[in-house]
């Protein structure tokens, strides 16, 4: 069973960088078959699609937040992480990681979430 | 502002079937069959209920069923029962900007 489990700072300043981690348990993240994205979800909203990696190095982001964002991936450590730059209140939100099947439209896995605050 | 567009809320008592729909264009659920849809409990993380239009995964109780019709996609939960209470987001692949879009999502109650 696949287990992803995201981490980092609850609490980032304004205008400084948001830095998570995702941890991949069971299964490989240099997989053809998977993608391997960031949602995020500010409170009482919807969900955001932010942006994925795959096979450790492809990388797609959403248009809207293309300019502030980065995935990288490190399969050593079977881990995948979001870089979002130049951050404002309006990027305070619960951020998940979660599993893309490859040729479908399956967010199959999810992590817990990892609640982020940009407040000074 | 999301390209999918749902009902905020849809209500039914329990035994009852409901439908939540979700309204997008030939630019995403017209033009593929990427469409999913996800169950969510207050502070809980979205669970994968159906994908690809009407593919239910392994362990999603066959109450649940998905479809599509043009530019409309629809999730019917039938029997309805008070676990189902919760929140309902669907999700699209657009083809014209090769992204992952979710809808704004449907809160559904039991009554």
């Known amino acids: 069973q696949v287990q992803l489990r995201e981490s980092g700072p609850g609490l980032v300043k304004p205008s400084q960088t948001l830095s998570l981690t995702c941890t991949v348990s069971?299964?490989?993240?240099?997989?053809?078959?998977?993608?391997w994205t960031w949602v995020r979800q500010p409170a009482g909203k919807g969900l955001e699609w932010i942006g994925r990696i795959f096979s450790g190095v492809s990388t797609l982001y959403n248009p809207s937040l293309k300019s502030r964002v980065t995935i990288s991936a490190d399969t050593s450590k079977s881990q995948f992480s979001l870089q979002l730059n130049s951050v404002t209140a309006a990027d305070t939100a619960i951020y998940y990681c979660a599993r893309l099947r490859w040729g479908s439209g399956a967010f199959d896995f999810w992590g817990q979430g990892t609640a982020v605050t940009v407040s000074s | 502002q999301s390209a999918l567009t749902q009902p905020a809320s849809v209500s039914g008592s329990p035994g009852q079937s409901i439908t939540l729909s979700c309204a997008g264009s030939?630019?995403?659920?017209?033009?593929?069959?990427?469409v999913s849809w996800y169950q969510q409990h207050p502070g809980k993380a979205p669970k994968l209920m159906i994908y690809?239009?009407?593919n239910r995964p392994s362990g999603v109780s066959n109450r649940f069923s998905g479809s599509k019709s043009g530019n409309t996609a629809s999730l019917t939960i039938a029997g309805l029962q008070a676990e189902d209470e919760a929140d309902y987001y669907c999700s699209s692949y657009t083809s014209s900007s090769t992204i992952y879009v979710f809808g704004p999502g449907t809160k559904v109650t039991v009554l």
């Open positions: 069971g299964g490989s993240i240099n997989s053809d078959n998977y993608y």
């Open positions: 690809d239009v009407s």
């Open positions: 030939s630019n995403d659920i017209g033009d593929h069959n990427y």
